[in-house]
């Protein structure tokens, strides 16, 4: 399995017929998918929420290595941000700077979550993040099949479209967009003020990911990482919830809100009993970091000073084919392992191979070296 994910990353698609080009995705570019309602989206109000705007660079500064892919059209001055112009086209990639999803929206954890990662990773590793948070929303909304209705206020645009219902497959659309580019590491989510206390919930959750995984390709053992909601707000009893996550889903892990500064108040002036402050929120993304480098090996996620990865060699198709009998292993592009073989000859491996498609077949040669080809089963 280790060895696919290697070869996934670099340009195996040179063994296809010239009619078809591929872009292989960057090894390097680590994609994070950000799902959940207003607390992910982004609840804390920057310099409005009563800090003024000591510290605003601290959240508004940018690096290319941090990158966030658009969720919708927007042109205007962000409110976080108010020293930079949002220039976003819906679905495209763009150096990362808060808002990360609506443009109405403010700050949340993925910000610090990101440079904080930049302080632990591998220096040539870039960042990515697919925000599919929804202000508001019930849980319902990003449920498979479900097709809920998104509230106006929070439904993403692309041009004079706009996206009504249905997120779960907007979700995995842009996924499967940001996995031309890079590699999904990762998931982080927020929710559950919308549907405090339903006992269903930790379940539905559960299925969601479960469903993720299955569509795009991912890795069973993919970190996950949910945060609790605010201890001293309208919810704090859903907790106990969200800490049955770890137990119900692979790799998972809890950031704790306990002790995060709260937002005061909301822009109509009443008390604010849903989101943390800009202090709060840089820390609670901070905490999202530091859970996930918990759970995320350092082969998952290299971190400083670690050595790169040797790849696999790619060799033409014919030499695998020429092989001596050993051990076979072949994969679908998904990175899913469709067959071992412990002792038979490539060519009577990919002929085992019944489904059409393009895959990729690898195994280790006389020397010890370990070699790869693509073959296309029409």
């Known amino acids: 399995m280790a060895i696919f994910k290697r070869l996934m990353q670099i340009s195996l698609f040179a063994a296809l017929p010239a009619f078809q080009i591929f872009a292989a ?15 992910m989206a982004g609840g804390a109000a920057g310099q409005y929420d ?17 990158q966030v892919l658009a969720w919708g059209d927007c042109n205007r001055t962000p409110y976080p941000c108010p020293n930079r112009v949002l220039n976003r086209t819906y679905d495209q990639w763009y150096t990362a700077f808060p808002p990360y999803h609506n443009c109405h929206e403010g700050i949340g954890p993925a910000d610090a979550f990101g440079k904080t990662l930049l302080d632990s990773i591998r220096a040539d590793i870039k960042i990515g993040f697919v ?13 498979k099949g479900k097709n809920a209705a998104i509230d106006a206020h929070t439904q993403p645009s692309n041009g004079s479209t706009k996206i009504t219902r249905g997120a779960y497959e907007w979700m995995v659309k842009r996924c499967r967009i940001a996995q031309e580019k890079g590699v999904i590491k990762g ?18 959750v559960k299925n969601i990911v479960d469903n993720l995984k299955q569509d795009l390709g991912l890795w069973d053992s993919i970190p996950f990482i949910a945060g609790e909601l605010r201890y001293d ?10 800490n049955k996550l770890p137990g119900m889903i692979p790799n998972c892990a809890v950031a704790s809100a306990n002790g995060i500064e709260r937002r005061l108040s909301r822009p109509d002036g009443q008390v604010d009993q849903y989101h943390f402050s800009t202090r709060g929120t840089k820390e609670f993304g901070r905490r999202y970091a530091i859970e996930f480098l918990k759970v995320a090996k350092e082969e998952w996620i290299p971190r400083i000073g670690s050595v790169k990865t040797i790849s696999p060699r790619i060799v033409p198709y014919q030499k695998m084919r020429t092989s001596v009998e050993g051990k076979v292993r072949v994969y679908g592009l998904n990175g899913r ?42």
């Open 50 to 66: 009563g800090e003024g705007t000591k510290g605003v660079d601290d959240y508004c500064d940018t690096t290319p290595r941090v």
């Open 337 to 378: 392992t469709i067959s071992i073989f412990n002792k038979t000859t490539p060519e009577n491996a990919m002929r085992s191979i019944k489904a059409k498609g393009v895959y990729l077949v690898s195994r280790k040669i006389e020397t010890g070296e370990t070699i790869s080809a693509l073959f296309v089963k029409n």
């Open 131 to 143: 925000p599919c948070a929804l202000s508001g929303q019930k849980l319902e909304v990003f449920m």
């Open 25 to 39: 995705p960057d090894p390097n570019f680590h994609i994070y998918l950000l799902f959940g309602q207003s607390n």
């Open 233 to 242: 707000g309208c919810c704090a009893g859903h907790n106990t919830l969200v």
């Open 187 to 204: 998931i982080l989510f927020h929710q559950g003020e919308a549907d405090n206390g339903r006992s269903g919930w930790p379940a539905d």
